[in-house]
């Protein structure tokens, strides 16, 4: 796809050319907070115009997928079809590689005209992290000073990020990962950054003693055992979840489902997330028990947390209509500036 210059744009946001965003641009050009304010203002509206049918999965070889993820629009406020292309070739550690690989396509929807393509590994990786800041405004106690971050991936910078955007009080990160180096190495990189003044960050080998601590536990792993202990869940607290999305991965056990007050991004989470599946059928929990959606707490048709020591849940599983809306953050962005 040819790279085509940001003065050969037109003043409508259609170009000659496709547009190339490459992944450093795409970073100049996101912010968690600029993508979290887009979400909080455009979602409500994008979730009744955006036709997002199930993502469909293919498996290339025994090993290796590929997975298709399309929505579109016909409103002249998201005139747009988008297509996340997603690889998974675990095998890749083995040549240095990442396992996971992707690019995001945006055509108009009024011509067909493919209009831009950008790394959707990184775009994934923000919205992701934003989805769960803009829960956490809506569930997590305002007055919040601890962030216990589970896991020391990709995605654990990004999630600290949105949540400390979403949270101004917080003043003290601590990130558990199995590996304890991990979780150090990170620590002190965000501390040493200069991003967060006032807050203090630590990394922790030992979760069972920290999640306690947690005005804020945000988890993302690809465990297949409960992590995080319902039991040990301070009173008041948040729980977010982001790394289960098949039956068999789960990062809580029952009793942090049976004591919280559970909400989901999509209604995808009900029947994909290991957490819930499995609560459901071991009858924890009912699924009219859940809270909402995060469109309904955007909205209001929901209310969020309701007390200070209420235990509140959130668990996402992602969807084709948050990809469908920071693609177009970028793009329009890209192409106004």
Not at 19 to 46: D, G, R, W, Y
Request: proline content about 4%; aromatic content about 6%.
């Amino acid at each position: 796809m040819a790279t085509t210059n940001k003065d050969e744009t037109s003043s409508t946001g259609a170009s000659s050319s496709p547009v190339f965003i490459s992944t450093e641009t795409l970073c100049t050009i996101l912010t968690h907070h600029t993508l979290m304010n887009h979400f909080q203002s455009t979602l409500p509206k994008a979730s009744t115009i955006l036709e997002t049918p199930i993502r469909q999965h293919y498996s290339v070889s025994p090993s290796s997928s590929l997975l298709l993820m399309p929505s579109w629009s016909s409103s002249p406020p998201l005139p747009y079809i988008g297509v996340k292309l997603v690889t998974h070739f675990p095998q890749n550690s083995a040549l240095n590689l990442p396992g996971v690989q992707g690019s995001y396509v945006l055509f108009s929807s009024t011509t067909g005209q493919t209009l831009a393509s950008m790394d959707s590994t990184e775009l994934t990786l923000y919205r992701t992290s934003c989805v769960s800041g803009l829960a956490s405004k809506y569930l997590a106690r305002h007055d919040s000073e601890v962030l216990v971050m589970v896991g020391a991936g990709a995605l654990a910078p990004h999630l600290i990020r949105a949540h400390l955007t979403a949270i101004p009080s917080l003043r003290k990160v601590i990130v558990w990962n199995r590996t304890v180096e991990k979780a150090t190495t990170l620590a002190q990189k965000l501390g040493q950054s200069g991003e967060f003044a006032g807050v203090r960050f630590e990394g922790r080998g030992r979760l069972d003693e920290v999640v306690g601590l947690g005005d804020i536990v945000s988890c993302a792993t690809n465990s297949e055992t409960p992590l995080v202990k319902g039991e040990r869940l301070k009173g008041g607290a948040h729980l977010d979840l982001v790394g289960s999305f098949k039956h068999s991965m789960m990062e809580c056990d029952d009793e942090a489902i049976r004591r919280g007050r559970v909400f989901v991004d999509n209604e995808a989470a009900l029947v994909e997330a290991g957490e819930l599946v499995g609560a459901f059928e071991r009858g924890v929990i009912k699924r009219d028990e859940i809270g909402g959606s995060l469109v309904q707490l955007v909205r209001g048709d929901k209310v969020g947390r309701s007390g200070s020591e209420q235990i509140t849940v959130f668990k996402s599983v992602g969807s084709a209509v948050v990809d469908m809306l920071a693609a177009q953050l970028v793009y329009e962005t890209y192409t106004r500036s």
